[in-house]
């Protein structure tokens, strides 16, 4: 079974910085690219960055880049997403999910979330 | 762009349901959809713009191709009553865009 598993959400201040983290985990992780999706409270989704399995490439919305990077650490299963100058804007909920494949493709799993509030 | 019609729908148990979906410019058929339910991540029901996720029931069903999508449910469930979006996935380098999402509410 697929589990994924997000943490380091939180309270920042604007032109802040937080490091979100994802650990999956029941599948060959290093074989499937991995994105960052994210909802602002009571609208819709926003897809936010993307990583191949290797973490050779990287995608990001043109809201956020410049000011976001995602990585990924393959001996620990783990996907991150370094946000920087936050704005809040940036506040949402923070989803991380497993593509089909190895390239940017549907959603098949999603974590359960992790809230960003980007506020003084 | 991805355009969701409508907005929030107000239908009854057991009636047929047709949500639709359009593309600013043809995304071939790399389109899914996801169901949504308060406080709850989206979950995946339909890639490829037809093809079932593991698990979802046959009265969900996708079809379009190009610019055109809709997805279908041919009895409503008080299960299914929930958030559905679009997401297309035809080029990752200009992301995955997806729709703004209709609201199947009960009537």
């Known amino acids: 079974e697929v589990q994924l598993v997000e943490s380091g959400g939180g309270l920042a201040q604007p032109g802040g910085s937080l490091r979100l983290s994802c650990v999956a985990s029941g599948f060959t992780f290093d074989d499937y690219a991995m994105s960052w999706v994210r909802q602002t409270p009571g609208k819709g989704l926003e897809w936010v960055a993307g990583?191949?399995?290797?973490?050779?490439?990287?995608y990001y919305a043109d809201s956020v880049k410049g000011r976001f990077v995602v990585s990924r650490d393959n001996s620990k299963n783990t996907v991150h997403l370094q946000m920087n100058s936050l704005r809040a804007g940036d506040t949402a909920v923070y989803y991380c999910?497993?593509?089909?494949?190895?390239?940017?493709?549907?959603?098949?799993?999603w974590g359960q979330g992790t809230l960003v509030t980007v506020s003084s | 762009v991805m355009t969701q019609s409508p907005a929030t729908l107000s239908v009854s148990p057991g009636e047929r349901v047709t949500l639709s979906c359009r593309a600013s410019?043809?995304?071939?058929?790399?389109l899914a959809w996801y169901q949504q339910k308060p406080g709850q991540a989206p979950s995946l029901l339909i890639y490829?713009?037809?093809t079932r996720a593991a698990g979802i029931p046959a009265r969900f069903s996708g079809s379009g191709s190009g610019t055109d999508f809709t997805l279908t449910i041919s009895s409503l469930q008080s299960e299914d009553f929930a958030f559905y979006y679009c997401?297309?996935?035809?080029?990752?380098?200009?992301?995955?865009?997806f729709g703004g999402g209709t609201k199947v509410e009960i009537k």
């Open positions: 490829d713009a037809s």
């Open positions: 997401q297309q996935y035809n080029n990752w380098v200009r992301g995955l865009t």
């Open positions: 999910a497993k593509d089909r494949a190895n390239y940017g493709d549907y959603l098949e799993d």
């Open positions: 410019e043809s995304v071939s058929t790399n």
């Open positions: 990583i191949t399995g290797s973490g050779g490439s990287t």
